[in-house]
């Protein structure tokens, strides 16, 4: 009988039974580990991670940078940036566009003005880039829209900087504005984009480059409606560089406010540089109203006004220059030999040229004078003889080498020329030739011969400073945020008067009794503790003859204009001082002289008012 089979049966070891419990149980917990965060995830935290998935966007903002701040030549502020909270629009996070202006609108008021326009004008910007559809709201309106806030899809307050100009039409020319940069500048201009602010005239647009500074960004989680949620990532901007200018901010309020209600400019400048210390064009502009965005209505009425107030008078108006033009008929005859500090032309009043008789303003005229005596007094007679001797191309080219007919080169846009007229210039300009009788009329300062202010200004201080033109510069550096200096402007002299030293001496001389003396025309300019030169000039507007005298019954437009070329103190000048009233209907001597007084009293912390006599002085010998 066969054995019973048995079958074999293996022993499972022990120390493999524990490490399979244990991996078992590993596999449980993490199994439960997993089931809880599902079950967070989708239930407990699930409409918040929806929320996240379908509305959260990553976005890109552009962080403004700081315009660079402008000073003055002593570091006080000209021109400054402050706070501005705009309201801006990321047209595809608003779903209904139209909408959402007509909410913006009502909650705006009427102050809102025409914003599906600005929407619309923006149509071409880069997806999701934010559209600023309002600049520097007030507090009120701050409220409102965050009030509102989930009834704007896409809106939202920005905080940024705006420029700001504490003085307001002060230097308003020189100074210039921004405004938001146009289509045609965006096309030419790289790294702007639509609604960024650029300069448009004045220091602001020359030296855009500079004051600009360089954007920042920030990476930032926006929510469905634009809103932003947290800032993921930052890049700072890099604010504009610091403009120092040569204005005195102290100085250039003083010259506005002694030209008061006046129309006009005043130019000073350092004769020992061509520094401008002030420069003032009457009337002016708030750079103000164009910082925050000039509305249609206020650009239509600058443009319409028959003053032209964006017009720099000081640099852009051309007049005839009037008697002060007598400074350059008497270094031309001077240096030409025609005369000489002695020679004597007797005024009766009138000179018969022709068919007609060139007065002078002193009807009984003033009997027999010299150069020195012409300039103190005045008189036209003296010149309309210099004129004939010198001629027209001789008178012409003694006025370029002064500077005239030409721009100085500033750097401000629109810089006028003026007209210096030649036989030349008639014969290119009108197909004719010159005639004798023109020359008379140019050399008292009137006919087809124009200048601007600045341009007279930076004669009178090349007559005396020794006889250097230089151009006109109005900054002085350019400096890093931080400090260091990144440009800095030297003085430039444009040319070397070869004049005989003795002309600009007697030049010099008989402008100092021009205000110094009882016998000048301008002793209203006149100092107690300085010794003041200058020259006043009346250019003729209306008609001649006996209208002339009734200025206050003529139309504003057809008053003469009033000169004053000044500079102190006349051994060593430091300021030199162009004055224009524009149609004051008055002299020189009575309108503009005043003017200059007051900035050269300023200028050397002297009392306008301590006006003691002028000197009763004995005519010098003829």
């Not at 959260?56 to 909270?85: C, E, M, Y």
């Not at 006109?472 to 008067?497: C, H, I, N, S």
């Not at 003859?545 to 003529?554: C, D, I």
């Amino acid at each position: 009988m066969a054995p019973p089979l048995v079958t074999a049966r293996r022993e499972v070891p022990p120390a493999f039974r524990r490490r399979f419990a244990i991996a078992l149980w590993a596999v449980l917990v993490l199994f439960g580990l997993t089931l809880v965060r599902l079950w967070q995830l989708q239930v407990t935290e699930g409409e918040q991670y929806r929320s996240l998935s379908e509305n959260n966007r990553i976005r890109l903002k552009r962080v403004h940078a700081t315009r660079g701040t402008i000073l003055d030549r002593r570091r006080q502020v000209l021109v400054d940036n402050r706070p501005s909270f705009d309201v801006t629009l990321v047209p595809e996070d608003a779903h209904d566009v139209p909408r959402t202006i007509a909410a913006l609108t009502r909650l705006l008021g009427p102050e809102a003005g025409d914003l599906a326009a600005v929407v619309a004008a923006a149509a071409n910007r880069p997806p999701f880039e934010e559209v600023i559809l309002k600049r520097d709201i007030d507090w009120e309106s701050i409220v409102a829209l965050e009030t509102h806030q989930l009834e704007l899809p896409g809106v939202s307050v920005q905080v940024g900087p705006r420029r700001t100009y504490p003085f307001g039409d002060a230097a308003a020319h020189l100074l210039g504005y921004v405004g938001e940069v146009s289509q045609q500048e965006l096309a030419t201009r790289r790294g702007y984009h639509m609604g960024d602010l650029i300069g448009k005239a004045g220091a602001e647009r020359y030296w855009e480059d500079y004051l600009r500074g360089i954007d920042g960004g920030q990476q930032v989680e926006v929510d469905a409606v634009g809103r932003k949620l947290r800032v993921l990532s930052e890049v700072e901007e890099t604010p504009g560089n610091t403009l120092v200018l040569t204005i005195d901010r102290d100085l250039q309020l003083a010259a506005e406010h002694a030209m008061g209600d006046r129309d006009g400019a005043v130019v000073a400048l350092d004769p020992r540089s061509g520094e401008v210390l002030a420069m003032v064009s009457r009337p002016a502009f708030d750079p103000n109203v164009f910082a925050r965005g000039i509305r249609g209505a206020e650009w239509r009425a600058l443009l319409e006004d028959p003053k032209h107030p964006l017009n720099s008078k000081a640099l852009q108006g051309t007049y005839p220059p009037g008697s002060t033009f007598k400074i350059v008929m008497a270094a031309a005859a001077l240096d030409e030999g025609v005369i000489n500090p002695f020679t004597q032309i007797f005024c009766s009043g009138g000179l018969f040229f022709g068919n007609r008789t060139f007065r002078c303003w002193r009807a009984g005229g003033h009997g027999s004078v010299n150069v020195h005596e012409a300039l103190v007094r005045s008189c036209d007679v003296f010149f309309y003889q210099v004129g004939q001797r010198l001629g027209i191309d001789a008178i012409a080219e003694y006025a370029h080498r002064l500077g005239l007919g030409a721009p100085t080169g500033i750097g401000l846009e629109h810089e006028s020329g003026g007209i210096i007229p030649s036989s030349a210039w008639k014969r290119q300009r009108f197909g004719e030739p010159w005639y004798a009788g023109e020359t008379l009329s140019v050399a008292i300062g009137q006919g087809y011969v124009t200048v601007t202010p600045l341009q007279m200004a930076n004669l009178i201080a090349a007559v005396t400073n020794g006889g250097i033109v230089y151009r006109p510069q109005f900054v002085k550096q350019v400096e890093r945020p931080d400090g260091p200096v990144v440009l800095e402007e030297a003085a430039v002299p444009v040319r070397q008067l070869d004049f005989k030293k003795s002309t600009l001496l007697q030049i010099r001389q008989a402008l100092s009794d021009v205000v110094n003396t009882s016998r000048g025309t301008g002793t209203k300019a006149h100092l107690a503790t300085i010794e003041v030169g200058g020259k006043t000039g009346t250019s003729q507007v209306g008609v001649l003859g006996a209208e002339r005298t009734k200025q206050g019954h003529m139309a504003r437009e057809r008053r003469d204009h009033a000169w004053f070329l000044a500079f102190a103190p006349v051994a060593n000048p430091e300021i030199a001082v162009a004055v224009l009233a524009e149609h004051a209907g008055e002299h020189g001597g009575t309108a503009a002289a005043p003017i200059a007084r007051a900035v050269i009293a300023h200028y050397f912390g002297v009392s306008g008012e301590d006006n003691a006599p002028v000197r009763q002085a004995a005519r010098l010998p003829l």
